[in-house]
């Protein structure tokens, strides 16, 4: 069974510096995944995705994500974290021939001043 | 354009009431999905529209039914609620349907409320 974990359901970081936030995926098959980010009150927003392309995905707002299949993983990361980066963040697995995200259980970032 | 609107954005409704809550997406997007969200945690699938099809969580009970008049719009009718369904709704559509690089975008919500 296809499954995502998040290490660390919150995370905090100073403004200014690095955001790592941790993905590992669990899939018998080559995977397509995700990441989403959630601000209070509102939607998801797609930040980027990996489609079996190039393994490093550049998203919006700065974020990019490393494919890495020897590691299973897919984390995410920024080089400067902005106060407005604080939101909940969501990795999320879809698997070949079914169009149902798996997601995994977030990881709040919260940003220090 | 990927925008998926979804309203009301707030409704309180009591547990012998019948409501209901919309989508629209006018990306030509041919699948379209609603999710219940608890506070705190990731978004449960409840039901997909794929090419006209309705696919069903089976855990999702009978009081919440979607409905699909056309390839834009989702709705999803609500009867006789429990407290415990209250959560935000989520809406949302992808192009590609049942094929495996469907990105799906998502609407800002209704906050439901069951009193």
């Known amino acids: 069974a296809q499954s995502v974990t998040q290490l660390g359901s919150h995370v905090s970081v100073s403004e200014g510096a690095l955001v790592l936030l941790r993905c590992n995926y669990s899939?018998?098959?080559?995977?397509?995944l995700f990441w989403y980010v959630q601000y209070p009150n509102q939607g998801l927003q797609l930040l980027l995705k990996?489609?079996?392309?190039?393994?490093l995905v550049k998203g919006i707002n700065g974020f990019e994500a490393e494919f890495k299949k020897s590691e299973t993983s897919f984390h995410l990361t920024k080089p400067s974290a902005h106060m407005s980066d604080a939101a909940e963040y969501f990795c999320?697995?879809?698997?070949?021939?079914?169009?149902?995200?798996?997601f995994g259980k977030g990881t709040r970032l919260h940003i220090l001043p | 354009d990927t925008e998926v609107t979804q309203t009301p954005k707030h409704l309180v409704m009591g547990m012998t009431n019948k409501k209901s809550l919309k989508c629209e997406q006018h990306?030509?997007?041919?699948?379209m999905y609603w999710y219940k969200q608890k506070a705190k945690k990731p978004p449960e699938l409840m039901f997909v529209?794929?090419?006209?099809?309705?696919?069903i969580n089976e855990s999702v009970p009978s009081r919440f039914s979607p409905e699909c008049p056309n390839s834009s719009l989702l709705n999803l009718h609500l009867h006789a609620l429990q407290p415990e369904d209250s959560a935000l709704y989520l809406c949302?559509?992808?192009?590609?349907?049942?094929?495996?690089?469907?990105?799906?975008?998502f609407g800002p919500g209704t906050r439901l409320l069951v009193l």
């Open positions: 990306m030509g997007h041919r699948a």
């Open positions: 529209y794929s090419y006209e099809k309705l696919s």
């Open positions: 990996y489609t079996s392309a190039a393994t």
């Open positions: 899939s018998s098959v080559p995977p397509y």
């Open positions: 999320a697995v879809m698997v070949n021939r079914d169009d149902k995200i798996i």
């Open positions: 949302a559509s992808s192009q590609e349907g049942n094929t495996p690089t469907g990105t799906q975008y």
